[in-house]
């Protein structure tokens, strides 16, 4: 083995996770289209489908975006009347989100998407649980080194 073997793209677990999530998430741009939706709104839109209301922050948390990113997103989504921003009560620093009547009318129109990407996915039931656990146990622990 030759001391450059590690810089070969071949051998980057990096690589393929970046390629499938790109490729993935080209998958998605026709069915959001429909919804004028872009990947990252709509998966905001699945946390506050879930939530129904929380502040920017934890947000941030459940997406892995700082403020930065999350901000100018936000706003789009509040153009569009799918959430509603406002500081909260107890601490003005503290902004709030929360779904609209038009954001979880949003909801019905996205029901379908999850069964249409999984045909784009060739994984049996237990190998895609397997991937997701594999990838969640990458992802806490490379966020907790920061």
Same mark, same amino acid.
């Given at each position: 083995? $030759?001391?450059? +073997?590690?810089?070969?793209?071949?051998?980057?677990?990096?690589?393929? /996770?970046?390629?499938?999530?790109?490729?993935?998430?080209?998958?998605?741009?026709?069915?959001?289209?429909?919804? +004028?939706?872009?990947?990252?709104?709509?998966?905001?839109?699945? #946390?506050?489908? *879930? &939530?129904?209301?929380?502040? #920017?922050?934890? /947000?941030?948390? &459940? /997406?892995?975006?700082? %403020?930065?990113?999350?901000?100018? /997103?936000?706003?789009?989504?509040? $153009?569009?009347?799918?959430?509603?921003? +406002?500081? %909260?009560? $107890?601490?003005?620093?503290?902004?709030?989100?929360?779904?609209?009547?038009?954001?979880?009318?949003?909801?019905?129109?996205?029901?379908?998407?999850?069964?249409?990407?999984?045909?784009?996915?060739?994984?049996?039931?237990?190998?895609?649980?397997?991937?997701?656990?594999?990838?969640?146990?990458?992802?806490?622990?490379? %966020?907790? *080194?920061?």
């Amino acid at each position: 083995m $030759d001391k450059y +073997d590690c810089l070969k793209l071949e051998n980057q677990i990096c690589f393929p /996770l970046y390629a499938v999530a790109k490729e993935t998430t080209r998958k998605y741009k026709p069915y959001l289209e429909k919804l +004028d939706l872009t990947y990252t709104q709509y998966i905001c839109m699945m #946390v506050m489908w *879930e &939530h129904k209301q929380m502040n #920017v922050k934890t /947000l941030g948390k &459940h /997406l892995y975006l700082d %403020s930065g990113t999350l901000t100018p /997103l936000l706003k789009k989504l509040e $153009d569009k009347g799918y959430i509603r921003r +406002d500081r %909260s009560k $107890d601490d003005e620093r503290n902004l709030n989100v929360e779904i609209t009547p038009l954001g979880e009318e949003l909801r019905d129109k996205a029901l379908n998407i999850p069964m249409e990407m999984g045909k784009c996915v060739a994984l049996t039931k237990e190998e895609t649980e397997f991937l997701y656990k594999i990838l969640y146990k990458m992802l806490g622990t490379i %966020s907790q *080194e920061e």
